[in-house]
């Protein structure tokens, strides 16, 4: 089956690796400019017109990336299947449909507001302090990931400041939660409706980039990991989803979560499958948009996921350490760019921790590790 | 790094999957006139004109095919690192070389004669069964395998349609030996000399060709594992090999192993690495080459490869067995090909060999698996 992608970075070249022993073969579709997918056939294109010639070289249609035009992908699901489906995309692109989601479904979140102007952001966050919150930071309720597009305020007066700096029509402005730590639920869900639940990873994020996720986590309970499913189980039925869907969510000192965002696709926090678990979330998304048995998601033995930004370290060294799998996007150094990520598995979590300062020491300019177990 | 692969077929194929997270690119060169192997650029050129072509491209030359003119092969050299070198292809071409180096090495293997004529073929024929053997094989010193170019003989007098039937000025004729089961171990071999070894496989081969392959073995004593290692780590440091090579062995009743033949490359018989250890052939076969450490060769749990010969079965039904990945080459049907496999993973090796013979039912013409776990 040949697949075609919409978004040609590395993790649509990810799934290309994943699903060459399917039998799938690739084509991608960039709409950036800077596509860096190398594998299969990859057309560069901002203003859309060689999407037909795209549609003609592929069975059915999935994306990497959800900072799409919308009208695109809307004329894409009418030429092509295409997995997830318009709306899985159209929720997850927006910050206040996703929570109106979220309020739905019941699944808990942050307090927040939205607001359209400098005043109604002063007056929200007024209240949310007013109800205890230490902070709130203000978010542009489209386009904005890894920390862009966002403002923390301390304090209603910088509501000026920030509604400029921002410089959105409509923002979504939400409490500062006080959390233990932070973690993500990888699930799939197939054209019949049978999901798989990875195990819960934690989080480690530096200047709002992940660095670090740990999975599985050594002190985390059945019935958290059970919450966890059953939040992202709602949303999948919802939006009636197919392929992998990532929830990032806030753990809190009693153990409970809280929503944050969503990702429809593969996500950076489940990098970790490719070594940790029996099947990758490349795989079983790839296996779910074309119908096919999803793969067992049980994880293997302990894995760390540490990504490599900005500058690449010192390679050999890395592959000496017992244990360490490399994945490299074939992109240049340059400050802030995620060039590529390392597994490491081993067989219990004290020589897990071991390693991963180990390779953290090899990679300059990466923090350490804060991994916070919580007893549940 | 770019690393040009002598063959064009799916070991290549594979190596060229494992080589894109290590940031590797790669370019192919056939001579066979039907290359498979589709990613990256393949140089299909039967008559070499394309040599400079394909050498301009890369940075350093292996193969994945043993079967290559050598004079293309040397001239390769001269222009590129090559790995592993000339000289072990030269003899792993050579039935008689490889037989030589094994009796300088004092490598056991079952008793054999080089003839050159049918007259001498009938005389050995006469010597080895006189000397115990219930019959004789005789192969063409150069060229042949999955069985190609033998021939049977359980009488000296079908030495003279023998000899007709393989068509070589000079054979090797060994005795039948008794075993117990078919074995290979595979070993990985750095620039600096170090070696590490996988454990050993078995091998059920069904007409000549690999059927099934189950590593690690749960009846196997340490003492094998090593004189295995002990036969392999001889003819890698003898042939300054770098790189991984298969020695495929029989093992007898009294546990004691047999050289049968060796292939400078990775190997079907290590499929199951992709799966069942924590750095497959491929990758370490390319972090040798490249002068990277090398991978752990440690088995993560009780793993079998099974062929998929001929036509496809249920994909689907296989892919639901638990704990089995799917690896296609595409390849249309055609009986006798190899058109993928699929590795197995279980816990324990009971569960394994229900899976293995749940998946075995799903494929046409597979027999069952016939594995002899041996007291050693």
Known sequence: MRIGVLGAGQLGQMLALSGYPLGNRFAFFDTTGSPSADIGTTLSDTSGVKLDEFLAQVDLVTYEFEHLPLALVQQVAQEKALYPGVEALRVCQNREAEKTLFDQLSIPVADYRLVSSADELAQACTELMRAGAPAVVAKSIT?????????????????????????????????????????????????????????????????????????????????????????????????????????????????????????????????????GAISSQFENHLRAIQGLPLGS??????????NIIGCMGDVAAILAVE??????????????????????????????????????????????????????
Chains 1, 2 share one sequence.
Not at 297 to 306: D, L, S, V
Not at 331 to 344: D, P, T, V, Y
């Open 297 to 306: 998601t049980q994880a293997i033995a302990p894995t760390c996921m540490i």
């Open 143 to 275: 386009e904005g990931y890894d920390g862009k597009g966002q403002a923390v305020l301390r304090d209603p007066e910088q509501a000026e400041e920030a509604w400029a700096q921002i410089g959105h029509a409509r923002l979504i402005v939400e409490a500062f939660v006080s959390f233990v730590r932070e973690v993500s639920i990888i699930a799939v869900r197939d054209q019949q409706g049978e999901v798989v639940f990875y195990p819960l990873a934690e989080n480690n994020h530096v200047d709002g980039i992940l660095r670090y996720s740990l999975a599985p986590l050594p002190d985390l309970s059945d019935a958290v990991q059970q919450q966890a499913e059953s939040y992202i189980h709602k949303l999948l039925d919802a939006l009636e989803y197919v392929g992998v869907l990532t929830l990032e969510l806030f753990q809190q000192a009693d153990g409970t979560l809280l929503a944050n965002e969503m990702a429809p696709r593969v996500h950076n926090s489940g990098h970790w499958t490719q070594d």
């Open 323 to 376: 244990g360490s799998h490399l994945h490299l996007y074939g992109k240049s150094e340059r400050a802030g760019r995620k060039l590529g990520h390392i597994n490491l598995v081993a067989a219990d979590i004290d020589t897990l921790l071991q390693r991963v300062n180990q390779v953290a020491a090899l990679l300059p300019d990466a923090p350490p590790p804060a991994f916070s177990f919580v007893a549940d």
